[in-house]
């Protein structure tokens, strides 16, 4: 159990489209569900958490109207590059966690997002 | 604020040799440790956990060690095969100030096995 699907895997789209990410949790609930961007050789960065029914908590240097976030239900998460531009090329990764408990994040097997 | 420093960043061993990657953390609200493995392109997946109230947990040739008072914790490999080669990423987990949990990960350690 505990499978987090993510799609799509890859994109390549032109500088100033908009481009939608998908996380869904496949067979439990997550009220709450991550977005990290993760740079070559490099760790887990924390974007913004996303919590069901209610705004996403964005960490400090990340742009809220730049990376908009919608948890409308318990199994879907979508993170949308707005107008996005050759420097957010990034590899995107979401998790989710089970409803309202210290358990392990799941992770999705990430967006690789290229903007020429 | 709170912090999980990981060590080495990378770490490279001969084939059957250990490994040993440590982290320390500085919440002491945090008392869920998770160890990530994340082979090239691909996604962290959960390879082993303890929980604050044991100080060890075995899991074939992977272990971890937990000293709650030191505020570290550490992954043992043993008996190392290429395929363990990748990043390892390190975890604390706690209540949050604001409420429900929330997940500090390390730097990552990058893990090459020698044939």
């Known amino acids: 159990g505990a499978v987090v699907s993510q799609h799509p895997s890859w994109v390549i789209c032109k500088s100033g489209t908009s481009v939608k990410i998908e996380c869904r949790s496949l067979?439990?609930?997550?009220?709450?569900m991550f977005w990290y961007r993760q740079f070559p050789k490099q760790s887990l960065m924390l974007m913004a958490t996303s919590n069901e029914g209610s705004k996403a908590t964005y960490e400090q240097g990340v742009e809220k109207d730049k990376f908009l976030i919608n948890h409308a239900s318990l199994t879907l998460s979508t993170l949308t590059v707005t107008s996005a531009h050759p420097e957010d090329s990034s590899f995107y990764i979401c998790?989710?966690?089970?409803?309202?408990?210290?358990?392990?994040?799941?992770f999705g097997d990430g967006t690789r997002l290229s903007i020429l | 604020g709170e912090n999980v420093e990981q060590h080495p960043s990378t770490l490279s061993v001969q084939e059957g040799d250990s490994a040993v990657i440590k982290c320390t953390y500085s919440d002491s609200a945090s008392n869920y440790f998770p160890w990530y493995k994340q082979e090239l392109g691909k996604r962290p997946q959960l390879i082993i956990d303890i929980r604050s109230n044991v100080g060890e947990k075995k899991d074939q040739r992977i272990a971890v060690t937990l000293n709650k008072t030191a505020k570290h914790f550490s992954l043992h490999i043993t008996e190392t095969q290429p395929e363990d080669s990748a990043v390892y990423f390190c975890a604390a987990s706690g209540l949050a100030n604001t409420g429900g949990f929330k997940t500090i990960f390390g730097a990552g350690t990058r893990l090459f096995v020698k044939a």
């Open positions: 998790s989710a966690r089970r409803t309202y408990s210290n358990q392990p994040q799941h």
């Open positions: 067979d439990f609930q997550a009220t709450t």
